[in-house]
């Protein structure tokens, strides 16, 4: 993906596999923004990642839940495949976020869990403006290391449904947002 079309950066890794998506929303950016970076609400409308907060390195939840770029960041419950049903297994995932750019609407983090050799991810979200006042959402997620290539055999489709989905929920609850204000 170019930089100049999706929002988002040259990765700075090249990995084993890599899951994306996108989505074009009926509401300003702004707005998707103020969505994307709600992470108490994902639990009402993203069936991939239910939750997601600012932690210690130990990954208590801190007082101050103010995303800034170097907090870590912990993202569980994930669910692969993407469900509000909370009777699966779920995933989690540490990480520390490496961008957060509100000016340009992108961020970005890193897993830290694992050494970089037996795993790594770099995941980027962005918000790019288009014809009408409409927001496209872009997401990629790039995976390395030793364990990228049992994690792509075993949940690489169940990742890219919850790339998916998570799209299609942050474009319906911006688009409601929006609705609800005009």
Known sequence: MAANTTGLPPLSSKGVFSVS???VINAPREVVWEVLMDWKSYREWNPFVRDQRITDARKNHLPDETPREGCYLYIHPVHV???????WLTNSAFERIATLDHENY???????EMPHWLFNAERWQALVEVEGGKTRYDTIEVFGGLLAYLIRVFVGNGLKKGFIAMAEGLKSRAEERYEGHT
């Open 21 to 23: 998506s996108s989505s």
């Open 81 to 87: 495949p993407p469900t509000f049903d909370s009777k």
């Open 106 to 112: 992108r961020t970005a983090w890193v897993n830290i």
